[in-house]
C-alpha cells in the first residue's frame, strides 16, 4: 500500500470517525475556535480559498499540508467536490502528519 494510500484511508477513518469539517466556512470556524487540529489542502485548490485557508492557519498556527488532488480527497471522505478538510482530533492529525512527513 502506498503512503497516499494510507494518509487517504487515514482522513477517511477520520471522516467516519466523525473527526474532520468539510466546507470552507466551517473549516474556518474550526481554525478560529482552535478545533482543527490540521488543515489538508488538495494541490488543485483556487488561490483565493488556499490564501484565506493557510493565511488563517498561519495566523492562528494550525498546521496545514498540501495533499492530492481534489478528486482523491473527495473519494477519501466520500464527498465530491471538496478541496480542503480540517482534521479535528490530535491523534488523527498527528498520524496523517507522520505518514505526510
Same mark, same amino acid.
Given at each position: 500500500m502506498s503512503n497516499e494510500q494510507k494518509y487517504l484511508n487515514m482522513i477517511g477513518l477520520?471522516?467516519?470517525?466523525?473527526?474532520?469539517?468539510v466546507g470552507e466556512d466551517q473549516i474556518l470556524k474550526d481554525i478560529?475556535?482552535?478545533q482543527a487540529k490540521l488543515v489538508? &489542502?488538495?494541490?488543485d485548490i483556487g488561490f483565493q480559498t488556499g490564501k484565506k485557508l493557510t493565511d488563517k492557519c498561519r495566523y492562528y498556527k494550525v498546521p496545514?499540508?498540501?495533499?492530492?488532488?481534489?478528486? #482523491? &480527497?473527495s473519494h477519501a471522505i466520500?464527498?465530491?467536490g471538496r478541496v480542503a478538510v480540517a482534521i479535528t482530533d490530535q491523534g488523527? #492529525?498527528?498520524?496523517?502528519?507522520? &505518514?505526510l512527513d
Open positions: 477520520a471522516a467516519r470517525a466523525r473527526k474532520l469539517s478560529k475556535r482552535g489538508l &489542502l488538495a494541490e496545514y499540508r498540501s495533499i492530492t488532488d481534489r478528486q #482523491a &480527497l466520500g464527498k465530491s488523527f #492529525a498527528q498520524k496523517i502528519c507522520s &505518514l
